[in-house]
């Protein structure tokens, strides 16, 4: 189901920048999981997927500690804040290319869960 109501610039006539900007980064994070894949033999199974995603999820709330000043050992704001940004990043990668896995079409997803929430464009948006 694809959110229509939603206020977004359009770039086609179905398409619109989110969805484009995400399909655009869910192919390049599978050509480095290809990469990654290739460079260390890993077998791309649920079990690596749901394990990736947790490991990430895991390293970003590290990392959001250390900006907390809750770690072990030293490390500076900005190295916490670039860790932090980092581990983000990774999570989102991973989920993204969890997602194409499954055939998931994340923009569209997205869309119609959270773009209901928008108001139509006669709203006062």
């Known amino acids: 189901m694809k959110a229509e109501n939603v206020n977004v610039t359009t770039l086609g006539p179905s ?3 989110a ?3 995400v399909r655009k980064l869910t192919h ?3 050509a480095v999981s290809d990469i990654y894949a ?3 033999g890993t077998d791309r199974d649920a079990t690596w997927y749901l394990a ?4 990430e999820l895991g390293e970003l709330q590290a ?5 907390q000043g809750a770690q072990r050992g030293e490390v ?3 190295e916490a804040r670039q860790n932090l940004i980092d581990e983000a990043a990774d999570l989102f990668g991973f989920l993204m290319i969890f997602a194409d896995w499954q055939g998931i079409d994340l923009a569209d997803a997205f869309l119609a869960k959270w773009g209901r929430y ?5 709203e006062g948006r």
């Open 118 to 122: 928008l108001p139509d464009e006669g």
């Open 28 to 30: 390049q994070a599978a």
């Open 19 to 21: 969805e484009t900007d």
């Open 15 to 17: 398409e619109t920048w």
């Open 38 to 40: 290739a460079r260390f």
């Open 52 to 55: 990736k995603m947790t490991e």
């Open 76 to 78: 500076t704001l900005t």
């Open 63 to 67: 990392a959001y500690l250390a900006t």
